[in-house]
């Protein structure tokens, strides 16, 4: 079954450590996507890739780093947690002809 | 450009009631529209999809949208509301052909009542 996974679930973490949120999916989709969420609230853009070696930023000014080095994972680094890094991070793709996505379950992160 | 909109951040229900949730797109280029469902501390979950053929689409859990092109619109329905239902619903638009990068609306917070 195709499926879309992220680790970990929930995470708390202290201030200024590094952290990498991770995100694979068994469905051989090009384009991946990363969403921050709020409780609640609208979905926001901070990262997408095409494919392989490709990353782009997006609408929302995030200080994540991605990476794309194999189609099936592509995950999300914050070097420098801080408090207002606390939200819902959500990993989708996306399907190349009708382009439907396809969520994980996300994470919550809480930086204290 | 696309864009999205939901009208009404919260919508009340009794169980057994009609569901109608609000969304209006505008795009440049014939576009998809999509429906999603969010429970809470979970991803998103495509209820259903309008691509191009029948306008009236036909989803997950008893959900149908219709694709009205003269008013931008594509709503969201369901005869009759179940306690489960209670869930945040976002509409999304892409662009057949253009952009595939969807835009969100803001979400429509759906409560039903005993």
Same mark, same amino acid.
């Given at each position: 079954?195709?499926? *879309?996974?992220?680790?970990?679930? &929930?995470? +708390? *973490? $202290?201030?200024?450590?590094? *952290?990498?949120?991770?995100? =694979?999916?068994? /469905?051989?989709h090009d384009k991946?996507?990363? &969403?921050?969420?709020?409780? $609640? /609230?609208?979905?926001?853009? *901070?990262? &997408? =890739?095409y $494919?392989?070696? @490709?990353?782009?930023? $997006?609408?929302? @000014?995030?200080?994540?780093? +991605? @990476?794309?080095?194999?189609?099936?994972?592509?995950?999300?680094?914050?070097? @420098? %947690?801080?408090? !207002?890094?606390? !939200?819902?991070?959500?990993? %989708?793709?996306q399907d190349r002809v009708f382009y439907e996505q396809?969520?994980?379950?996300?994470?919550?992160?809480? +930086?204290? | 450009a696309q864009s999205v909109?939901?009208?009404?951040?919260?919508?009340?229900?009794?169980?057994? #009631?009609?569901?109608?949730?609000?969304c209006n797109y505008s795009s440049s280029v014939p576009p998809y529209l999509f429906w999603y469902?969010?429970?809470?501390?979970?991803?998103?979950?495509l209820?259903l999809k309008y691509t191009s053929a029948a306008t009236?689409v036909?989803?997950?859990?008893?959900?149908?949208a219709e694709f009205k092109k003269?008013?931008t619109s594509f709503?969201?329905?369901?005869?009759? #509301?179940?306690?489960?239902? #209670?869930?945040?619903?976002?509409c999304a638009v892409s662009e057949s052909g253009g952009s595939y990068i969807p835009t969100f609306?803001?979400?429509?917070?759906?409560?039903?009542?005993?």
């Amino acid at each position: 079954e195709a499926d *879309i996974y992220q680790t970990p679930r &929930y995470l +708390v *973490i $202290g201030t200024g450590k590094k *952290i990498t949120l991770e995100c =694979s999916q068994t /469905m051989g989709h090009d384009k991946m996507y990363w &969403y921050q969420q709020d409780p $609640g /609230m609208e979905l926001h853009l *901070i990262h &997408y =890739s095409y $494919g392989v070696n @490709s990353t782009e930023k $997006g609408d929302l @000014s995030s200080e994540s780093t +991605v @990476s794309r080095i194999r189609t099936e994972h592509f995950p999300l680094t914050l070097e @420098s %947690a801080r408090p !207002s890094h606390t !939200s819902q991070y959500l990993c %989708a793709s996306q399907d190349r002809v009708f382009y439907e996505q396809y969520f994980g379950p996300g994470t919550r992160l809480t +930086v204290t | 450009a696309q864009s999205v909109t939901q009208l009404g951040s919260h919508v009340s229900v009794s169980e057994g #009631a009609l569901v109608l949730l609000r969304c209006n797109y505008s795009s440049s280029v014939p576009p998809y529209l999509f429906w999603y469902v969010q429970y809470p501390n979970q991803g998103l979950q495509l209820l259903l999809k309008y691509t191009s053929a029948a306008t009236l689409v036909k989803g997950i859990n008893g959900f149908e949208a219709e694709f009205k092109k003269s008013e931008t619109s594509f709503h969201l329905t369901k005869p009759s #509301a179940h306690m489960s239902d #209670a869930a945040e619903y976002f509409c999304a638009v892409s662009e057949s052909g253009g952009s595939y990068i969807p835009t969100f609306g803001r979400g429509t917070s759906l409560i039903v009542h005993p």
